[in-house]
């Protein structure tokens, strides 16, 4: 009997202690807890951390994440206003403000993942429906974000979560639009470039018979220029010569003809045939160039 009794109390004991465990449960500083009955919500959410209490095997809890949380969507193909296939890659970071709607309505994260990807999705398609590839990529890009962020938050409100950031990471042509619009680029940028380069052939031939032109016309200019100095130079030296001569016709006369010896009478390079009593040699026989001149033959007398 007193077995008995000991193991009754002993079981007892374990069922209260079990439930006194049961009976406590802790939110972390990352959750929110919501105590359920039977199913059913029994108090407002907690978000403050701490201990609590709850009635055992009646009552359970359940924590939501009150982090940040990402959405990585995958790439979507979106036609945009100027009728471009664009290939658009995005992600959303977002928190749950409200737990309990968040409850009521997805439950868990994923779920919460799977509905707020078909905002974002139906969103991207009809902003970017209404812009061109040009502000997609360049002029436009930051505005049309957060339209997007304001476009899904108004329906993530419904979920009890809130959109804290959304990005277009890539916004890029199809791989074969691409291909097609590089080829149709280089094919432009070859034509510039043959026009630039005929126009450029067409201005050079331009400057250049130009020049050309301007050189014919300088070098006859220098030409006429020359001979009028030349002409000028020679008449001042016929001057001077003239003059030189009429004060001194001799020394003159002596002067001229040893120039002619110099120039005439070179070594390894001299062939003269002239007879030793030509006019040309006599300064060699007299200094003064008066020696007496040979007389002719006196003819023979005829019958």
């Known amino acids: 009997m007193n077995s008995s009794l000991k193991l009754g109390f002993g079981i007892v004991a374990a069922l209260a202690l079990f439930a006194l465990a ?12 919501i105590v359920l009955r039977f199913g059913q919500v029994v108090r407002q959410p907690i978000s403050e951390p701490g201990l609590y209490f709850k009635v055992p095997f009646i009552e359970n809890v359940v924590t939501v994440d009150k982090r940040i949380l990402d959405l990585d969507l995958p790439v979507q193909t979106v036609l945009s206003t100027d009728r471009q296939n664009l290939d658009v890659d995005a992600f959303a970071r977002y928190r749950i ?42 002029t436009e890009r930051d505005r049309l974000m957060n339209r997007i962020q304001e476009e899904v938050n108004r329906e993530a409100g419904t979920l009890g979560v809130e959109i804290v950031d959304l990005r277009l990471t890539r916004v890029d042509l199809p791989q ?44 006859a200019e220098a030409n006429r220029r020359a001979e009028e100095v030349r002409g000028g130079g020679d008449a001042e030296r016929n001057k001077i010569f003239a003059e030189a001569y009429n004060r001194d ?55």
């Open 22 to 33: 049961n009976s406590f449960f802790i939110v972390q500083m990352t959750q929110h807890a």
């Open 97 to 138: 403000t409200q737990p309990l709607r968040f409850f009521q309505t997805v439950r868990t994260v994923p779920n919460a993942n799977t509905r707020l990807a078909s905002f974002v999705n139906s969103s991207m398609r009809n902003i970017i429906a209404g812009a061109t590839m040009s502000q997609l990529i360049r």
């Open 176 to 219: 074969v639009n691409q291909e097609a619009v590089f080829n149709r680029m280089q094919t432009e940028r070859r034509q510039e470039a043959a026009d630039l380069r005929a126009t450029g052939n067409q201005a050079a031939v331009t400057i250049r018979a130009r020049a050309d032109r301007e050189v014919v016309g300088i070098l």
């Open 249 to 303: 016709p001799d020394f003159f006369s002596f002067y001229r003809s040893m120039q002619a010896y110099e120039q005439s009478i070179k070594q390894g390079d001299t062939r003269l045939v002239l007879s030793p009593n030509s006019e040309f040699f006599r300064y060699f026989g007299d200094a003064t160039g008066h020696r007496a001149r040979p007389q002719p033959a006196p003819e023979a007398p005829r019958n």
